[in-house]
């Protein structure tokens, strides 16, 4: 049976996780429409050779998508 620190430890960092998450998404909503579409998240791999959360490294890659005056893109979703 799991004990009280380890359940409490790992709700906290799912907290934090959980937290970081809907900033980032907030953060990227924010942001013009171009650049929501292509991010791509990559975790570092030490992560899963040593199981400790303190080592994820998360890099985010924006590549910006430039369209002509009036022309949409082929994915470019709702607009407000």
């Known amino acids: 049976m799991e004990s009280v620190t ?3 430890k ?19 909503l924010s942001q013009p429409r171009e650049l929501v579409n292509p991010i791509s998240v ?11 959360p303190a080592t994820i490294m998360v890099t985010i890659h924006v590549k910006p ?3 002509k005056e009036g022309e949409r893109g082929p994915d470019s979703g709702w607009q407000m």
């Open 10 to 28: 790992k709700s906290l960092i799912l907290t934090i996780v959980g937290i970081i998450v809907v900033a980032v998404r907030t953060f990227a």
């Open 6 to 8: 380890g359940r409490l």
């Open 65 to 67: 998508q430039v369209h």
């Open 42 to 52: 990559t975790t570092d791999k030490s992560y899963y050779q040593t199981g400790n």
